[in-house]
């Protein structure tokens, strides 16, 4: 699994926001994608949500979100397909200002 990548699972709702918002801030990641599968498909959505919307607000922003399923044997043998997500998050750019990178009027 790449670096940027947070899998959601079953630990407490805030060390995945926890761990995103650290992507962005101390490891200076452009993009970070939250995955999960089946059942924490919601969770996956609300922890983008909460970190875009109340700790990164304004300098992070939803590029692109995948859906897809995955098919593999549970214990018992039986094939199983379960549906998965991927939410990709990167860093806003900065808007720059007409003014500014022009050369000063003489």
């Known amino acids: ?20 918002v650290m992507q962005f801030t101390t490891k200076g990641a452009k993009e970070v994608i939250v995955k999960a599968r089946g059942k924490f498909i919601s969770r996956a959505v609300d922890i983008a949500e909460v970190a875009c919307k109340r700790f990164l607000k304004d300098q992070v922003e939803i590029k692109d979100i995948q859906v897809d399923s995955e ?29 500014e990178g022009m050369p000063a009027a003489e």
């Open 1 to 20: 699994m790449a670096d940027n990548s947070i899998f959601v699972g079953g630990k407490p709702f805030m060390n995945y926001v926890t761990g995103v």
């Open 71 to 99: 098919e593999f044997q549970n214990k018992e043998g039986k094939e199983v397909r379960v549906s998965t997500i991927e939410i990709i998050l990167i860093t806003k750019e900065k808007e720059t200002s007409s003014a």
